[in-house]
């Protein structure tokens, strides 16, 4: 039986936080014509195009500051992790592999390709979606 933990249940926060995705994404496809996929812009400076650095390195700061910011600004949640630096290691180069392999990651995909209704995202999105629900299940249930 699955129980709701009420204490961190936090459905208008995560409401406005998915909105703001959203709003974000769809500006920066308006503004920019290009997908916000994190690992597209970050992977872009691997093999810079001329004229591409400034905007992915002003877009990667952001990203890095937005957190250093909200820290000054307000009480940030406290944050625990139930792994140790191996699992997090490991889990981080999956992703990467995933996104490889994926031709992109869950903001590009789950956020901007579904929204465009892209048969591709929609494959991806459920593919990483359904390993994310059989690596908890098999972590939690099989595991221990």
């Known amino acids: 039986m699955m129980m709701i933990d009420w204490s961190n249940f936090t459905p208008w926060a995560s409401l406005a936080g998915g909105i703001a995705l959203g709003l974000a994404a769809a500006i920066f496809i308006l503004v920019n014509g290009r997908i916000l996929g994190i690992s597209g812009i970050v992977g872009g400076l691997l093999h810079p195009l001329k004229g591409d650095v400034v905007w992915r390195l002003t877009f990667v700061a952001g990203v890095l500051a937005a957190p250093v910011l909200y820290k000054l600004l307000a009480t940030p949640a406290a944050v625990r992790i139930d792994a140790g630096l ?54 939690r249930h099989v595991l221990g």
């Open 86 to 139: 191996p699992t997090i290691v490991i889990a981080g180069l999956l992703v990467g592999l995933g996104t490889r392999y994926g031709s992109g990651c869950t903001s590009g995909h789950g956020v901007c390709g579904l929204s465009r209704l892209s048969p591709r995202s929609m494959v991806a999105t459920l593919a990483f979606m359904g390993a994310g629900f059989v690596t908890v299940f098999i972590v």
